[in-house]
């Protein structure tokens, strides 16, 4: 969970003009008590799974701890995203090279022209795929590169592979971070547990999209963990039968980042050390079965992202 520490007056302000300084100051945030904003990164999707843009302010109502809480600012442009692509290389991946080269160009393909992009490729290792000079890329040319950097073998430590991505997000200029994580997650060689994994995700302000694997490359694995992991965190996962619908997934994740909703609060709460769950309702004409996803909750006075 984001939480930007400006002034109150700065942040009802935005309500009225949310301009590109403004979005400059709200990534040096300065820290003042009684005039935090939380930040919600939001994706309405209907009954097909597709995601839903354009829906009015008035549509949204979030809630901190089951209390009401007014919407002090409410974004729905497409920003530049700063996005990790963490993928599984490890010996149950051996045959599904062209599958993560189609759907990572897929991805590429699909974004935003200004997007920042970089690659974690894990076994065993937890490896960067750019060059050594490069923190994230505009190049597909360097992305695809990247995904292919090392050739597949060994055993699976996606919850050291996805702390790493996490870490590496934090070094990004864009406000918007987008982490997707391809695994049949059959973690048998990380140093970090999965609760490590998912306590530093639930610390992050990244939205976290799966793919799981598994079912392609026959390999079992553990799709709860990865459904845990994209729904904690306001993403999504998807579970892809055929190398052609993982491909397609790629391109949706694509898509799907672009329709999302930014959401800012203050809340009533003190830096008080405890977690706040929250909860965004959306109510809109001619919609059924809208499905909202949102981080479940934040710690209040504890962000990695801010320390």
Known sequence: MTRLSIPLAAALAAIVV?????????QEPVFRSRSDVVVLYVNVFDGKSDAVPHLPKDAFQVYE????????????TDVP??????????????????MVLAGGTAFAESSHPDD????????????????????????HSLLRAALLKFPPGGKTAMYDAVI????????????????????????NASSHSRQDMLHRASR??????????????????????????????????????????TVEDFRQIAVNVRRGYRIGYVPKTSNDGSYHRVKVTVH?????????????GY?????????
């Open 65 to 76: 701890d089951g209390v009401p809480q007014p919407i002090t600012f409410f974004d729905d």
């Open 116 to 139: 920042e992009a970089f690659a974690i490729v894990f076994n065993e290792h937890v490896r960067e795929g750019l060059p050594d000079s490069l923190q994230f890329t505009q190049s």
């Open 81 to 98: 995203v700063a996005v990790g692509l963490v993928i599984d290389n490890s010996s149950s991946m051996l045959t599904q090279r062209r």
């Open 284 to 296: 809109a004409p001619g919609f059924k079965q809208l499905n909202v996803r949102v981080r479940d």
């Open 204 to 245: 992050s302000d990244a939205l976290i999209y799966t793919v799981f694997s598994g079912a392609v490359s026959a390999t079992g694995g553990d799709p709860g963990v990865m459904r845990r992991l994209a729904h904690m965190t306001g993403g999504t996962e998807y579970e892809p039968k055929t190398e052609m619908q």
């Open 164 to 187: 790493a991505g996490l870490d590496h997000l934090q070094m990004a200029d864009l406000q918007k971070r987008v982490l997707i994580v391809l695994s049949d997650a059959d973690d």
């Open 18 to 26: 949310f301009t590109a300084a403004a979005r400059m100051a709200a």
């Open 299 to 307: 710690t209040a006075g504890e962000s990695d992202d801010a320390q």
